[in-house]
């Protein structure tokens, strides 16, 4: 089976003919087609623009010329990334009707690599969530158990990795919403440094925070994802404009000296015992390892999740402001174009959606603007700072990616505080904009896997792989298959 064998490995026994790009897309499309009705993982598929992908590979591979990387392998897209001719719903009744008429930059890449897109993934209503119960398409469920949730928002993209439908993933990560998932899934999850990938074509929920992100099951994979997506955009003002490192080339060397720090603030307090005792091994580990551990306190990280929810639904209530019915998607008819907006939007937006808008509308209102708006930007800043100060002690930080592993479908879904603070660990990376790994670390007394968080200054991805990949051989966890999908 093609799902047993890691991307790059794939790539490489259909550059050498060994398979054809054509036989292992049937073999996808059959293995989505016989497990995603349980699952849920894709709101939509896209079979014919598939097909030409795989079929321009075989091509290519008969007249003997070298395959770009990762060509060949199907990927799944999450469903506010643009591709064009196909729908892009963002899990929302509000843009039930809409076909992109363009490409995401994300896009053309994965086109250019010859990476046959086979769907676009469920999700959080436009990416508002940690659980993708928030969308208003259907119920993804985590193939680890499938009475529990996937995470999210990129929920679909991880459950689609996770029950091997796809080895490889495209996400969007704006407060945790790769790694969490990532994490509650047993995957490898990146999100890179704000603006290392464009955003050109992505959706926008909150723009200083939104960044593309991949999944795989490996280390290795997640950094040939990195390299296919990266790199400079001028239609994204955004954009690092600096050269892309080689990821795979020095993936496999050691890191010397190694330095980890271990935060205060994300060690043990409000986790569920068995995600810190899995903490407590992999700090063993990292020592087995030669590393150092130092344990360091970012005090503003008490801070970091009210600050996202006033920071990112503020940019969300002047983001989603385009969707009133007008230029695309649901259009609701009133007596006053007033009236079309209010019914178009009422009916359109789910309800976590609407909460973010409306919140973020609030702390951007006279009189509020300074007093929400303006001190959280304050606490951004500071956070900043202290992470800047980390770094000229340590390496990396690590600190469990959820405090929790996946939890049953339904329980958090009237508690809103308490599915926010799920991604207590994973929103102060998108705050800064550094880099952010989620790696398997264990199991917890249900055999629901714990991810680790290894987090890294700005532009330290090709290091945060040499780590993670020292990690994951020492501890033996890749390519995580739950049982619940194995005879399926």
């Known amino acids: 089976m093609t799902e047993k064998l890691s991307a790059l490995s794939l790539h490489q026994q259909i550059q050498s003919g060994q398979k054809s790009a054509v036989s292992v897309l049937e073999e996808t499309f059959k293995r989505i087609d016989a497990v995603d009705g349980?699952?849920?993982?894709?709101?939509?598929?896209?079979?014919?623009?598939?097909?030409?992908?795989?079929?321009?590979?075989?091509?290519?591979?008969?007249?003997?010329?070298?395959?770009?990387?990762?060509?060949?392998?199907?990927?799944?897209?999450?469903?506010?990334?643009?591709?064009?001719?196909?729908?892009?719903?963002?899990?929302?009744q509000m843009l039930s009707g809409y076909v992109s008429p363009y490409d995401a930059t994300v896009t053309l890449k994965v086109k250019a690599n010859l990476l046959p897109i086979v769907g676009k993934?469920?999700?959080?209503?436009?990416?508002?969530?940690?659980?993708?119960?928030?969308?208003?398409?259907?119920?993804?469920?985590?193939?680890?158990?499938l009475e529990r949730v996937p995470g999210g928002s990129s929920g679909g993209s991880?459950?689609?990795?996770?029950?091997?439908?796809?080895?490889?993933?495209?996400?969007?990560?704006?407060?945790?919403?790769?790694?969490?998932?990532?994490?509650?899934?047993?995957?490898?999850?990146?999100?890179?440094?704000?603006?290392?990938?464009?955003?050109?074509?992505?959706?926008?929920?909150?723009?200083s925070l939104d960044q593309v992100s991949p999944f795989a099951r490996n280390?290795?994979?997640?950094?040939?994802?990195?390299?296919?997506?990266?790199?400079?955009?001028?239609?994204?003002?955004?954009?690092?404009?600096?050269?892309?490192p080689n990821y795979l080339e020095s993936i496999e060397q050691p890191v010397e000296r190694l330095k980890v720090g271990v935060i205060t603030e994300l060690n043990g307090e409000g986790m569920q015992p068995e995600v810190a005792e899995s903490l407590?091994?992999?700090?063993?580990?990292?020592?087995?390892?030669?590393?150092?551990?130092?344990?360091?306190?970012?005090?503003?990280?008490?801070?970091?999740?009210?600050?996202?929810?006033?920071?990112?639904?503020?940019?969300?209530?002047?983001?989603?402001?385009?969707?009133?019915?007008?230029?695309?998607?649901?259009?609701?008819?009133?007596?006053t174009i007033y009236d079309?907006?209010?019914?178009?939007?009422?009916?359109?937006?789910?309800?976590?959606v609407k909460r973010r808008i409306m919140l973020g509308t609030f702390s951007l209102s006279s009189g509020?603007?300074?007093?929400?708006?303006?001190?959280?930007?304050?606490?951004?800043?500071?956070?900043?700072?202290?992470?800047?100060?980390?770094?000229?002690?340590?390496?990396?930080?690590?600190?469990?990616?959820s405090p929790t592993t996946a939890f049953k479908i339904g329980e958090k879904a009237n508690d809103p505080v308490s599915m926010y603070l799920s991604d207590i660990a994973t929103i102060p990376v998108n705050l800064v904009g550094i880099p952010a790994l989620s790696v398997p670390c264990g199991f917890d007394n249900s055999h629901l896997p714990i991810g680790l968080q290894i987090m890294g200054p700005h532009l330290s991805e090709e290091k945060l792989f040499r780590i993670a990949q020292m990690f994951e051989t020492a501890t033996g966890l890749a390519n995580l298959s739950p049982q619940s999908m194995l005879a399926v």
């Open 38 to 92: 349980e699952v849920g993982a894709f709101n939509a598929l896209t079979r014919e623009l598939a097909a030409e992908t795989a079929a321009e590979v075989d091509r290519k591979v008969k007249a003997g010329e070298t395959l770009p990387l990762l060509a060949g392998v199907p990927l799944t897209v999450k469903d506010n990334i643009n591709v064009k001719g196909y729908p892009t719903t963002c899990s929302s």
């Open 121 to 145: 993934a469920n999700m959080d209503e436009f990416a508002m969530g940690s659980s993708t119960e928030n969308s208003a398409t259907k119920l993804t469920r985590n193939p680890w158990d």
């Open 219 to 244: 280390v290795k994979d997640t950094a040939a994802i990195l390299q296919v997506i990266g790199g400079f955009d001028n239609r994204d003002s955004t954009s690092l404009n600096l050269p892309l």
């Open 368 to 401: 509020y603007y300074d007093a929400y708006y303006g001190k959280a930007q304050k606490v951004r800043k500071l956070l900043k700072h202290e992470f800047d100060k980390a770094w000229q002690q340590v390496d990396v930080l690590i600190c469990p990616t």
């Open 280 to 335: 407590k091994r992999a700090i063993e580990t990292f020592q087995s390892l030669g590393a150092e551990i130092h344990t360091l306190s970012i005090p503003s990280i008490q801070y970091a999740v009210a600050s996202y929810y006033i920071i990112a639904t503020a940019e969300a209530s002047s983001n989603l402001a385009r969707f009133d019915g007008v230029r695309y998607g649901l259009r609701n008819e009133g007596d």
């Open 340 to 352: 079309t907006y209010c019914k178009t939007r009422a009916q359109g937006f789910g309800p976590e």
């Open 158 to 207: 991880a459950a689609a990795v996770a029950s091997e439908q796809t080895l490889i993933s495209l996400g969007s990560d704006t407060g945790g919403s790769v790694r969490q998932p990532a994490a509650l899934c047993g995957l490898v999850g990146l999100k890179p440094t704000y603006g290392l990938v464009s955003r050109y074509g992505l959706v926008a929920f909150a723009s």
